[in-house]
């Protein structure tokens, strides 16, 4: 069975609105993703989260439902719409507690599901009447749902029909009335855009079957909206002119309805009173004549009737649109301005201030992200959500923050545009004389006849620069196309690098987990470290003053300096009295001892493999004198073999030795005198590896336990000190570890200092040989639950450290990591370091608290940041967006390919271009780049080494598809081979090209790269083709290179991904479903394939075995290859949605693997989603686990009711395209991990927790205890 769990969340906005929720004066931002809902309110220093609710459904839209449209109350609730896995509208309301916490509360979901009707092509949102009292929802074609408030209040609802089918945008007409008509703007049957209104009748649950007369009907001219079915546009309402008392004055603009999305925007005024009467007359007039018994007038009746709905009408005024498709628009604070964005991230203003004196203005600002939704907020301060770049806060200024407008802002040249200075003698030119002609001026539509006035041609302001100032950005990577996991510092932490971003946004993304360690200084040259201590001439001092470094033959002291930059002075030998001529085991300060207690001091110990000695720092001639000393010559031995301390460790009165042969001596400070007094010793009888001698009581001067590990059977033995001797019993002994121990810590992670306290957190470490960290939890005198990282294959250091408040481990060998206790469980978080040797605590007056590390090169000074942090480094490549990724480690090189669009003007032709570039994996420069012709473009990308003359050779592999317009599917595509290499005329050591070393032309689009057995598999439109990259040396100067087509298999419709492990190949078929081959002998042979239809969008093999895909219904789908009595086949075993457009698959895991004895959880494939989303598919072994499991997501679900579907079983069953019905079954072979770690939240609550363990019945009795549950609910989590 499988678990899936989430990584990173959706980050892609999809929409938001600025609204007041709770009693108090404060406005709230809600923004909408994918399947969550989040609340910020609007604070001087910017936006604070309040709260967040995950949604089961994907959500469509969120709008502010008012509470009241008396103005009195300005609150509103909060309104969702989710369209998958079913339609569904719900009303949410924000209620604070007494601690001022905010959360949202369900009240009222109401099903929008119908199994019969078509889905709206165009159109599927719902609108909100401005005065709260009607909702208008669509999400089927000739349908609607009207429903009724009041108050806030659920009424009642209803489905209304209308003729108009293929429906591009809904709005409500500004209407000052009781009066609630709606503007369609639709497709007809002839294929003309018409533009008509029909009135609601809420007594009638019906609209008009006439056009309403509040806005007469209008075919749209298509020099208007060129293509509406390519980029559907929209409607806008424009609130009329109003005094402050509400009223329209006389010749005011009346209000209307802007089309926008075309080449041209046009405004639609509403009817006067009076031309509404008068066409009220001519309706009742056509109505007496239909009417008539007269079949000859009855005919020319209805002709009329359609004659008028069928004319073309002036638009009241219009303005050009320069740019391309409109994204997103919002009004400006309920003025007559509106702020628009397009498909290019070009944000502008639209303003219609005196409509009829100016006309529309439309103002150039900035450059932003693409925009999904726009939201002002307050004071000029925009919220742009995008789903293809970074969501934005920004702030409109009312002077250029930058003196040359943005290339994608620059508007074409056929567009004729005014500067600031014309409107200003244009708005001086008032009267009802007409305005004389002004250069500036733009042409309109044929449609606009001469006579028309100034204002109706609107003008276009040239751009000044850019108004925009970005205040802050939140970090967003979808849509992800595709993704890699790599390790490209070679520290064994693989990271994320995907492909993201789309028109402006392109972008390549590192995405890993983990601490941040933050550089603050390098001291150069001191080499070959094995250990590192700081120290204080007086413990009682706040700042360190010194460092003791160790390597494997000697001792060096340092003095630090920290004015004016912090440097490091080697003292010199003849200045101390510290032993250097040896490697030092242990160093600390310690303190004296006088009348039983004790006191801070200039005492130091330092234990050398000879014995301990006793020092004190002499400020007077700064050097130590040495006061005691205990050496091991001292000691005689039965068989006179020489002894020598191998491990050591001293706290702030005690030291511990370890002596070779197995002996143990700990020594203290006699009271009230300067020399050491030994206070016991035992022997072992095993050979020692290493100790700690570290209080868990941090307070305290000594400790009470003394933690010992051995030599061969690699066991930890932890040693209590009682009455003068070591004492010890089985369950205080570790199970035998992988490897020696070789450094070892006892600590307590937590605040408390007594067993009794709720954050008293005591853990055993050992840092091994072998590269890895042990960990033991030592509960009640037990050490239990054993657990072991992997850092590399370095000797692993221990040392304490403080991280943000936090009581932290360092560990590090090969990789570092920091260990810390998080929820009542320890946890640890990778740190992109390498190949330290020896780590220490820091504090200086220059740096704060911060560590020292041993690195190759030196000591770096830093401090640990942002424990178990999200980090992601974006590298913005503008216009470039990639598709395509790969990487080759011997070149330390990403191979991208990218798609560059050049900003266009709608209904103009979009250029598309095709290269393939190279970047340096850590920096991200480019090193390359190759340039396909403008009719050819990269769809696929493989790295692939051969050998070449005994020497190995990287290369690239890319798939093309040559486009040709009057195809509808491609037929003729290529696979190019290039090799990089360094130029010997190059200048730049960085700088690599790429030479093409062979091409083949194929029958179709490449869709899919992979490569199995050095061998290079394509999917080649309905066929997988194999080649072989062969290579001539012979009687040639050059090796030459060419592609062999080996094999072909040609059984599918359309292979869209591939999926491959060992000599398994897994062929994803759009239109049908997947397939598994072999590879053998140079051929391609069937093992087995799915007959269903699935329309898979990914596949990967996870062994030669199992496979797994995502379809169009955004299902998880599992295959087992079995053997049947025809032969292998491909068994479903597992269904599950997903509920998101999963785009890649990668077998792996993201995180530090924690092994385990009780380990049943194994991380197995990362997926990633087109809405920015990254998972991990884990997979039980144990099959009593997973029954577990899937009784706990059982209990779950009835226990804590989600918002959106009936329950969280129906919401995870598989879907199809007709919808879930009763008898379709429920979700098998997979859970879902999210859900499961909710057990964890339910801990504080008795009454959810008894429901969940007792269940519904006694069958669904929980068989697992809660402390086994949050056992292995805390390893899930530890695997994403």
Known sequence: MKVVSTFLQSSSVVSSVKCRLASRDLEYLVVAKLNQLSVYSLRPHGLQHECTLNIWGKICSVKALPLSDSGYDTRSNIALMITHPEPELIILAYREDENGEGKLVVNKQISLYERLPRVAEFFTDFLVHPSGRLVVVSCYASKLKIVTFKGGNYQQDFDVSLPEINVFSYAFLPTLDDEYALAILHFDFQERLQLCARDIDLDAFELSAQFSILLQPTVISDKVVPSPLDSPPRLIPVPPTTTEDGDIPEDAFLGGILVVGG???????????????????????????????????????????????????????????????????????????????????????????????????????????????????????????????????????????TSNPQSTLVTPPEIAKTTPDNLTKISSKKGKQKALPDDSAMDVDDEQSVSAPDYAKGRVVAPQGSFIKILETYKNISPILDAISVDTDGIGQNQIVTCSGLANTGAINIVRNGADFKALGFVPGVLNITRIWSARTDRAQQYDTHLLASTVNETHWFSIHNSPNLSLKFEEETTLCLKRNLPTLAFANFSKRNNGGYIDSGLFVQVVPTGAFLFEWDPSVETFIEKDSWEVKNIVTVDNRPLEIVSASVNSSQVGLALSGGKLVILCIETGALRFRKLMDHVTHSEISAITFLPLDPTKKFSTYLTVAYWGSNVIQVFALREGRLVTDQPLRSPPLPAVVRS??????????????????????????????????????????????????????????????????????????????????????AIMLKAISAASSFNTGTFGKALVLAAPTGLFIGCIKDLDKLHIRSFPLGLYNPRRITHESSLKAFGVACTRTVPYRLGNIEPNESSFHLYD????????????????????????????????????????????????????????????????????????????????????????????????????????????????????????????????????????????????????????????????????????????????????????????????????????????????????????????????????????????????????????????????????????????????????????????????????????????????????????????????????????????????????????????????????????
């Open 921 to 1280: 994996d850590t920096t991200l420069s480019e090193l390359g780049r190759y340039n396909c012709d403008t009719d050819e473009e990269i769809t696929s990308v493989a790295s692939l080494r051969i050998q070449v003359q005994g020497e190995e050779k990287p290369l690239f592999c890319l798939g093309t598809m040559i486009y040709k317009s009057e195809e509808n599917e491609p037929s003729v595509g290529r696979l190019l081979v290039f090799t990089a290499y360094t130029p010997s005329n190059s200048t730049k050591t960085s700088t690599l090209e790429l030479s093409l070393l062979a091409s083949t032309k194929v029958e179709g689009c490449v869709y899919a790269l992979s490569i199995v057995n050095g061998k290079l598999v394509a999917a080649v439109n309905s066929s997988i083709v194999m080649y072989h990259v062969d290579v001539t040396t012979e009687d040639v100067t050059v090796p030459t290179y060419s592609l062999k087509k080996l094999a072909e298999w040609n059984h599918n419709y359309l292979v869209t991904s591939l999926g491959t492990f060992n000599n398994r190949v897994v062929a994803g078929d759009h239109i049908s479903s997947v397939s598994m081959l072999k590879v053998e002998d140079n051929k391609l042979l069937s093992e087995a394939r799915d007959y269903g239809p699935l329309y898979p969008l990914c596949v990967e093999a996870l062994d030669e075995s199992n496979v797994i895909a995502s379809n169009d219904t955004l299902n998880f789908v599992l295959f087992k290859l079995v053997d049947s009595l025809r032969g292998k086949m491909l068994e479903t075993v597992g269904l599950y949605h997903v509920g998101d457009m999963v785009s890649k698959f990668i077998r792996g895991s993201l995180s530090t693997t924690e092994q385990s004895r009780e380990s049943m959880i194994k991380p197995e494939v990362i997926f990633f989603t087109a809405s920015g989303k990254i998972g991990v598919i884990s997979d039980v072994e144990d099959h009593t686990l997973s029954l577990h499991l899937t009784e706990l997501q059982r209990n779950l679900a009835s226990a804590l009711p989600g918002v959106g579907n009936q329950s969280h079983t129906r919401f995870r069953a598989p879907k199809n395209t007709r919808g879930l019905s009763d008898s379709d079954t429920a979700a098998y072979g997979f859970v879902d991990g999210d859900f499961l770690e909710e057990f964890l939240g339910v801990l504080d609550s008795p009454d959810i927790l008894e429901k969940v363990m007792k269940g519904g019945s006694a069958p669904e009795k929980l068989k697992l205890t809660s402390d086994e549950i949050i056992k292995i609910l805390q390893q899930l989590q530890s695997l994403h």
């Open 263 to 401: 080449k041209q925007i046009a405004l639609y005024e509403l009817a006067s009173k009076e031309s509404q009467e008068k066409e009220r007359g001519k309706l009742k007039r056509l109505d007496s004549k239909k009417k008539s018994n007269d079949a000859v007038e009855v005919s020319k009746a209805r002709t009329k009737e359609m004659e008028r709905a069928n004319r073309r009408r002036k638009a009241t005024a219009m303005v050009d649109w320069p740019w391309s498709e409109i994204t997103a628009w919002c009004n400006v604070d309920g003025t007559s301005r509106f702020l628009i964005g397009d498909y290019f991230g070009r944000l502008s203003m639209l303003s219609l201030d005196n409509i009829k004196e100016w006309g529309m203005i439309l103002i150039p600002l900035g450059e932003t992200s693409q925009a999904t939704t726009l939201t002002y907020l307050t004071n000029q301060s925009v919220y742009v959500g995008s789903h293809a770049g970074d969501s934005q806060l920004l702030c409109i200024s009312e002077t250029p923050t």
């Open 744 to 829: 070892l810590l006892l600590y307590n992670f937590g605040t408390d200092t007594s067993a009794k306290g709720a954050d008293y957190h005591p853990y055993l470490l050992a840092g091994l040989g072998n590269g890895s960290v042990a960990t033991l939890h030592w509960k009640g005198g037990v050490l239990q639950d054993l657990k072991v990282i992997s850092l590399g294959n370095a000797p692993v250091n221990l040392t304490p450290c403080e991280v943000d408040g936090k009581k932290t481990v360092f560990a590090a060998g090969n990789q570092a990591t920091v260990f810390f206790c998080d929820k009542n469980r320890l946890t640890n978080s």
